[in-house]
């Protein structure tokens, strides 16, 4: 295990580069992210540990960070000023090479679109998901959630296809293939609590009350999956061929979930990070009807778990987690495995 | 865990990170954001989530009622029971200004009415203005089918049978309240102890009830009374007037023969000047010795309700306004002899499904339909007196049957919205033990 202090900073988002085995970007805030500043940190992981490559300071608290899909040195972040600022980490200067000011709100994720590499996603407590390119001011497109949208993400199989978890318990899906309409692209709009599909007929079947989301992710592998979480503490899985209710349950966490995340590896695992201060990982019994389960639980944190992203890159099974406890942790998923 | 949680409040509440703020109002609305994401005891957390507004949630756009006049010499004793429904259905349509079109089904409670009345009020809800492919259909679960009939159309709302529906009731005490409306008992069923009870009369068995339980007479007028004076001043402060839908209707004067056309806007069963004092001076009406009297049973009455009710995303795409939201529901049966506690068994079960504690309730609308048995229900329950039927109750503008489920619904949406209070309970006692 590695790790990585944001000295005076909590972490709330870290990502892996898409095109360097050995860079993480960290989102983190001063005071927790309530008041005060942010701070953006480039970490490069070296023979000596983990050396901070670059660090930006921002005006505001740092919600969220993805890493462009088109150019290598590229980092985007999510602000709590509602802003979107670019940095170009082989430039010299300590600012962004670009500002996207339009949501009214703190701007809680952003994500940048995986197949058409062109655009990027952002979700904001104001209700809205944006949609931008990064060589234009204004942004392409506004799609109303009409509540605090905590997470947004691209679907990595279909291009033009990305979703929203807000805080009104629902997941909602967006094509842009779709014709202009009165619906915005709505696709799909999937009650989070509902009841589980697979729950047998005539059985009683357990009620869940509506409760925010604040995370979800598509697999990477099975292309209409998604996984989503939040404040019931439950990780539950999705297919939207079948959007009545959650496939699987995955329940241990003892507070809210902040972020989930699938491999890049295998079809059928997960990590989460939470507020209960332990990052675990999960499979969900995949395609064929496995047994959905915890496999293991990282618990060096001594904060709230904020963030946590798998490596891309070399042997399966690296990931960083960073956390309250002002911490980033480079660790191997296996070693922290039930046997 | 526990740790977890201290260090978050110590850093939530830190002075630090409030003293350096530059704009407090984010930051506290940062921290309760994150607070929240916490959540605290699952009760709490279930109180919060039933407050949380989900697009899927079973929503009322709009409640109405006529006014509710006395049987037999009120305004509406020459108006049928049809029509009563068909001009509440007709003032809903103009209030909410929602699009017949849109309305797939229209239940209605009633108890009265003979074959229930199915027919009748399928000829209203045409006569109202609704198409031919608006669906209706009459209920009755004795006094609560009004109530039944809400909830009837909210449970389709939200298994997908249907997106906006109508829950309504009516009845015309008037014309047919008597004892043509129970068949007479079967061997089969007269020989069956418990049967048998089904049709012993409900003022019998609430005397009965009184005296097992002990519910005193004073403590009865005192809550009647105490409904009369709240219904009164009620109705001075106008606080009637938003869920009063006036109608207008013929009426023959039975002094002159003359016949009239009156619009009607008030409830005629409210009235100054009754105290515990005048109502203990009433001779009991079922026992010499009895506690049950005029004055501390619900008025026999005529009147309808109706209930707009669809989902939220519905509401938002058609631009209705939301009262409110309906959260659960629950049915229980209780002996037929005792049939009075049946709120009290019916409460909590409701509660259970919607995960909050009694306390958590800001108005119970809880049907007068004796003194008595609402005094005792009140009671066993626990619940304070100033947060049941808040505007009075049937004791001061009268029960009519089938109706008063849908009246309490309405009367219940009016009052939290008018005082900004969130959680509401309505509910009855059921003839036969419900």
Redesign the interface.
Known sequence: MLEFRTRGYQGYAVKYSPFFDNRIAVAASANYGLVGNGRLYILELTPQGIQALKSYPTQDALYDVTHSEAHSFHVLTSSGDGSLRLYDSSLAPEFPIATFQEHSREAFSCSWNLTSKATFASSSWDGSVKIWNPERQQSLLTLPTHSCTYSTQWNPHTDGMLSAVCSDSHLRVWDLRTPASASNHLTMQIPIHSAPFSGGVGKLQPTFPPSEALTHDWNKYRSTIVATAGVDRIIRTFDIRQPKGPLQMLQGHGYAVRKVAWSPHLPDLLLSASYDMTCRVWTDGGDHGGQARELGSMGRHTEFATGVDWCLFGSEGWAASCGWDERVCVWDVRSFMHQ | ?AQ??R??QE??YSP???L????PN??QE??S??S????GSPES??KS??L?????DVVVTCALRTPFTKGGKGLFKDTAAADLLALTLKNLLERSRIDPNLVEDIATGCVLAPGGGATEYRAAALAAGFPVTTAVKSLNRQCSSGLQACVDIANAIKAGMIDIGIGSGVESMSSQYGPGAVTEFSDLLENHLEAANCKVPMGVLSEQMAKDRHISRADQDAFAASSYQKALKAQQAGLFDEEIAPVTVQYTDPKTGEDKTVTVSKDDGVRPGITAESLGKIRAAFAKDGSIHAGNASQVSDGAAAVLLMKR?TA?RLGQPVLGKFVAASVVGVPPLLMGIGPWKAIPVALGKA?VSKDDVDIYEINEAFASQAVWCVKELGLPLEKVNPKGGAIAFGHPLGCTGARQVSTLFTELKRTGKKIGVTSMCVGTGM
């Open positions: 865990m977890g949680k260090a978050v850093r939530l630090r990170a409030l350096t703020c530059p704009a984010k930051a940062r921290l954001q994150v929240s994401h916490l959540g957390d279930s989530s039933i949380n507004k989900s697009p899927d995303s938002e995960g």
